[in-house]
Structures are given as structure tokens and as C-alpha cells.
């Protein structure tokens, strides 16, 4: 049984599918829309409730990242050599999310890890929230909308770190949504999309994602409309146009300090054997977790997508979902491109089926008046009131349990505090440390610049060079006395499930200093090896020549 719609709600619905917005009143923006409400709702929920903020701190590669921007503000430069290492001292180094260290270090600087993680939690919100709003900007019914957006930042979650990579996050839902603006209605907008990947590429290494996905969509313009029935002076325009766009965006990311030399190394980053073995977001997601099942969720609708939108002749869409499906099984750190390519699709397809279905109910009967109720909320919906702003500012003064410190659940914050004079060795001497790559993220932004580490969590840096004895050494493989003879470690702060740890407590060559339920402090005995390898000078020496 058909509907009849009022004049205005037409016109509501007409500005839905095109894409405008109706003329919204003064008191409009003092009413908060259901993006704000979204928008606030995930701010409060993921970050300021139950593990709090620190969540964003359970990556230790911030503390570099910080420590890094500091080095930039201070010299004005950017560094082309390894600050932080005695085990690869001074050894050419891409600094290739600079810009990126330069906000965390400001952030730290002004507000400490405050003003890092709510900085951090405010992007990933605003990015879940352009999300949402693109899907309603599709024409996806609100509640399926909602739905899909929550399953998406859930597969997501996992990600939801305070690192360059929430930039990628941001960058793609923004761009990937003016695309989708531009084909419905070629806009000159389109272009400041190049100045876009310039800055893109100095945030995080990520802008390939965007390249990669701009090429599928011009590949894909040019399948359609090859098999268009179109005359042949006009057939490729679109194919053309982002394809222009995509090289304009190309050249624009050798705007960086290291030029093609950049572009050369994350080649080399990506296409590496051992990275792919040891880094654990550069292996195939492992699907027993909460996060990985809502991603599963989101495949399993994007692969049932996958032959409508080839029936219906939507080769860009279907490429970029074939791509980043296939590239997010391959490795989990694309699981969050996947689904800020996909939610947006099956919000979208989802949302017809239930039109389909639900008109054949009367207004009277509970389907259709859920009908009824989710035909109202529309794209004028979607504005920013002054309620966001003002929550922001209540949420400033407010006392959370803002970070102070890494979380010390995860890294070795208590052992520290209790041996700091310990762990930072004699003035003249530094103490070369053992542990493990994230504890020595940690160990850089508690002693940087007056402390070198082993190893840390910039992979690829230190390559399998480094890698495979780092992993020895966690093992207690047979060779282990001979790395550290070969590195002259003092002391080791270890986890304590780490197999060399429980040998180092039983050899006669180390002393236990301090332990708790997490982590272990030794410190080698030298007395037995005054006569084989005098350290002292040649190693300070090393160090310092840097």
C-alpha cells in the first residue's frame, strides 16, 4: 500500500538523494543533530569510560614519536640518521611521519599525554562520525546506518591507538567521501585534494592507501564506461579526470624532505619478508577476538555485495572493496581501510533491502511505523551544533583520569620509577639496557636524549640485522652469551614470562635488582670479565661520536 508525502517532506527527501542540505534556522544549530550525538557518544564510550584514555597508549611507539618531534623543534631539521640506538648508531634513518612527531611533541609539550591522547581520541571520534555522515549522505537509513558505523569501529578498535596511522584513518574517510560528491557532480573542490596528499604524506606513510584506492576508482570509471553506450569523443571523461587526479596526487607526494628516497624505503618496508613475519599487524588477522568478528561481519557483507554492485555496473566500488577485503586478510593493519570502504556500501544496500521489504506493511503495523519513524530523520539531521563545542570544553575542565604516564599495565612504569638512577648509569658511562622493542619505546621518552636502547619498535629500521638477535635473546636461544658479549649489555628489564629472563635469574653472571608481578631488573657482574673486553672507553666513545 503506497504512501503520501506532504510537500515538505518531499522536498526533505529530495534534498537527501541529491546530496544538499534544506536551509536550516539559527535555533537549528542550538538543537544537537544525531551526528553530535554519535560523535560525543563514541568520545565518552571508547576513551573516556572503562580503561579510559590510556587505551590510546598501549602502543609504546608514541614515545618515540614524541621524542622524534622533539629532536625536529629543537635542530629544525629532520633527522636523516638513528637518534635512539647503539645497536645501529647513527645508521641512515627515515624520520617519514615527521610532521606527525611534530604534533605529538607540540601536544606533549603544551599538555603532556593529555593533550596527545585527547587529541588522538577526538580525530578517531570526528573520523567515525564523517562515517556515519557519509552513509546518511548516501541515502542509508539512519538505525542500518548507526549499525554498520558502530560495526565498523569495532573491527577497528584494535587500531585505536595514539599513532601517525589515525591520520590515514581520517584522510581516507574524507577523501574517499569527496570523491564520491565529485562523481555525482564534477566540483573544482576535487583538486584540493593534491595540496591533501602533500600534507598526507608528511603525516604518515599511509597516503599509499589513498593513491592505491584513487587508481581503482579511475580503472573502474574506465571499465563503466567502456562498456557504456556513450559516444566516443565523451566515453572516458570520468576515467580521465581521476585518473589526472591520481597523478597530480603522486607528484604531490615527493613533497616530502626525503623525496623519491621515501617512496623507495616504504617500498622496502612493505615488500619485506621479515616484517611480514615478525610485526604482528602485517600478518592475517586472527579471528578470535571481539573486533576481528565484527570485521568478519563486514567482509561476509562486502563479499555478498561484491555481485550487485558488478550487475549494476559499479566497478569503482567493486574494485575497492575486492582490494582492501583481500589486503585487510592478508594483514590486519588494513582492516580499518576496509572498513571505510565498505560500511558506507553495505550501509547503503542494506538500507534498500529494508525499503523493499518494508513498504509492503501498512502504516498501522509495527514495521511500518518503524518505517515511518526512520524516514524522518534525514541529512538536515546531520549538522554541528554548539552543544559539540560546548561539551568539549566541559570535558577539558573536567578531572578524567587523564594519563600521567604510560599505562603501567603494559609497560614497565613502577620498575622504572624505583631505578631510574639505575637505568640511567653513571654520568660518564650510559648503562646499555636490554629489553624488549616496546619497553624500549618506552625507555626513549623517559630518557632520550641522555639514554640509547638495543632496540625499539621502528622494525623497520632495525631489519633483520638486529631483529633476528633480538629474538634470540627473548628465546634464550643457544647463542644468547654470545650477543650479549657481542652488544656489552649491563642490564636487563625484562617481562617476566620471557624465557631469557628466568635463565638470567639462575646465571651466576647476573644479580636480580628488582622484580614485581611483570617485569624483572638484573644487572651483570663485570668482576669476571675485567680481563676479556675492556667497555668502558671505546663504547662511550661510539656512542657519543653519533
Not at 529530495?14 to 550525538?37: E, H, N
Not at 582490494?323 to 590486519?332: E, R
Not at 563545542?389 to 583520569?401: D, E, S, V
Amino acid at each position: 500500500m503506497g504512501r503520501s508525502f506532504e510537500p515538505s517532506q518531499i522536498m526533505l527527501m529530495s534534498a537527501v538523494q541529491s546530496g544538499t542540505r534544506p536551509v536550516r534556522s539559527l535555533p537549528g544549530v542550538l538543537i544537537p543533530s544525531l551526528s553530535d550525538c554519535l560523535f560525543l557518544a563514541i568520545l565518552l564510550w571508547v576513551f573516556a569510560t572503562g580503561a579510559g584514555w590510556s587505551v590510546l597508549l598501549a602502543d609504546g611507539d608514541a614515545g618515540w614519536h614524541i621524542r622524534t618531534g622533539d629532536y625536529i623543534l629543537a635542530t629544525r631539521s629532520v633527522p636523516v640518521k638513528d637518534l635512539f640506538s647503539f645497536s645501529k648508531a647513527g645508521q641512515p634513518w627515515f624520520a617519514w611521519e615527521w610532521l606527525s612527531d611534530v604534533i605529538f611533541s607540540a601536544l606533549n609539550r603544551i599538555w603532556g599525554l593529555k593533550g596527545l591522547v585527547a587529541a588522538a581520541g577526538l580525530l578517531l571520534s570526528f573520523t567515525i562520525t564523517l562515517l556515519f555522515r557519509h552513509m546518511m549522505w548516501r541515502g542509508a537509513n539512519f538505525l542500518i546506518a548507526l549499525v554498520v558505523t558502530l560495526v565498523a569501529a569495532g573491527a577497528s578498535t584494535v587500531h585505536f591507538l595514539a599513532r601517525p596511522h589515525i591520520f590515514t584513518f581520517f584522510g581516507l574517510a574524507a577523501a574517499l567521501w569527496m570523491v564520491e560528491r565529485d562523481r555525482r557532480h564534477h566540483m573544482r573542490a576535487i583538486w584540493c585534494l593534491v595540496p591533501m596528499t602533500a600534507l598526507w604524506t608528511n603525516l604518515h606513510g599511509g597516503f599509499l592507501a589513498w593513491i592505491a584506492s584513487l587508481a581503482l576508482i579511475a580503472i573502474g570509471c574506465a571499465w563503466k564506461e567502456a562498456l557504456d553506450d556513450k559516444d566516443i569523443p565523451n566515453r572516458f571523461g570520468d576515467s580521465r579526470r581521476y585518473a589526472l587526479l591520481a597523478a597530480a596526487c603522486s607528484l604531490a607526494t615527493f613533497l616530502n624532505p626525503y623525496g623519491w628516497h621515501l617512496h623507495q624505503h616504504i617500498a622496502q618496508y612493505l615488500t619485506s619478508d621479515w616484517i611480514r613475519q615478525v610485526v604482528d599487524e602485517f600478518q592475517s588477522p586472527r579471528f578470535r577476538s571481539e573486533s576481528m568478528l565484527q570485521f568478519e561481519l563486514l567482509l561476509f557483507a562486502g563479499l555478498i555485495l561484491a555481485p550487485v554492485l558488478a550487475r549494476q555496473r559499479r566497478f569503482p566500488e567493486l574494485l575497492l572493496v575486492l582490494f582492501w577485503g583481500h589486503s585487510a586478510l592478508v594483514s590486519a593493519r588494513h582492516v580499518p581501510l576496509y572498513a571505510i570502504v565498505a560500511a558506507p556500501l553495505c550501509a547503503v544496500e542494506a538500507s534498500r533491502l529494508w525499503a523493499v521489504w518494508s513498504e509492503r506493511f501498512t502504516r498501522r503495523s509495527v514495521v511500518g511505523a518503524l518505517r515511518d519513524c526512520l524516514r524522518d530523520f534525514s541529512a538536515g539531521r546531520q549538522h554541528t551544533s554548539v552543544w559539540v563545542a560546548i561539551t568539549l570544553f566541559l570535558l577539558a575542565g573536567f578531572h578524567w583520569a587523564w594519563p600521567q604516564d604510560f599505562p603501567g599495565n603494559k609497560f614497565p612504569v613502577e620498575a622504572f620509577n624505583r631505578n631510574a638512577t639505575l637505568l640511567a648509569g653513571s654520568p660518564g658511562a650510559r648503562a646499555r639496557i636490554l629489553t624488549s622493542d616496546q619497553w624500549g619505546d618506552y625507555l626513549i621518552y623517559r630518557q632520550y636524549p641522555q639514554q640509547r636502547v638495543f632496540i625499539d619498535g621502528r622494525s623497520d629500521f632495525y631489519g633483520p640485522e638486529v631483529g633476528r638477535k633480538y629474538l634470540d635473546l627473548l628465546n634464550a636461544q643457544p647463542d644468547w652469551e654470545d650477543i650479549v658479549e657481542q652488544y656489552q649489555f649491563d642490564l636487563a628489564l625484562l617481562p617476566l614470562e620471557w624465557p631469557l629472563g628466568q635463565v638470567l635469574m639462575r646465571h651466576p653472571d647476573w644479580r636480580v635488582r628488582y622484580q614485581d608481578r611483570q617485569a624483572v631488573l638484573l644487572e651483570r657482574h663485570r668482576s669476571a670479565d675485567l680481563n676479556k673486553k675492556p667497555h668502558s672507553t671505546e663504547r662511550i666513545h661510539g656512542e657519543q661520536s653519533e
